[in-house]
């Protein structure tokens, strides 16, 4: 069974807080309108770290050579994660979240690296 875990960021505290924290904070806060909440993926990266929705991630994966149906290159790309309503699954923006982009399903990854957020560090940053 997926484990359902969930963080939270707070623009008035400006800061993460991780599951373990929610658990204990009062429900007064748990309830604050600016509390942005990301769901886990259910999925780690190579490292071990937990996905969340709104990670920043180095997305490596293989290009494939249609014509001729072979791999080519691997490829390394920044994204971000995103829930992927019409398709009810998890995946990875790739390119400028402000402008051009495409997004792909998580298996398409050979390798998923987390090295940020969109709260922590702005997409521009």
Do not use: C, H
């Amino acid at each position: 069974m997926r484990e359902i875990k969930f963080r939270a960021w707070s623009p008035t505290y400006n800061r993460m807080f991780k599951q373990e924290e929610l658990e204990i904070l009062p429900i007064r806060d748990l309830g604050r309108t600016d509390m942005v909440w990301m769901q886990f993926t259910g999925l780690i990266d190579f490292k071990g770290t937990p996905i969340f929705d709104g990670d920043k991630v180095m997305a490596t994966y293989r290009e494939w050579d249609y014509e001729n149906k072979r791999p080519l290159d691997e490829v390394s790309s920044p994204g971000i994660v995103e829930w992927y309503d019409t398709e009810g699954m998890w995946g990875v923006r790739l390119g400028d979240p402000e402008g051009e982009s495409e997004f792909w399903g998580m298996i398409k990854f050979k390798v998923l690296e987390v090295y940020g957020n969109i709260y922590e560090n702005p997409p521009n940053s």
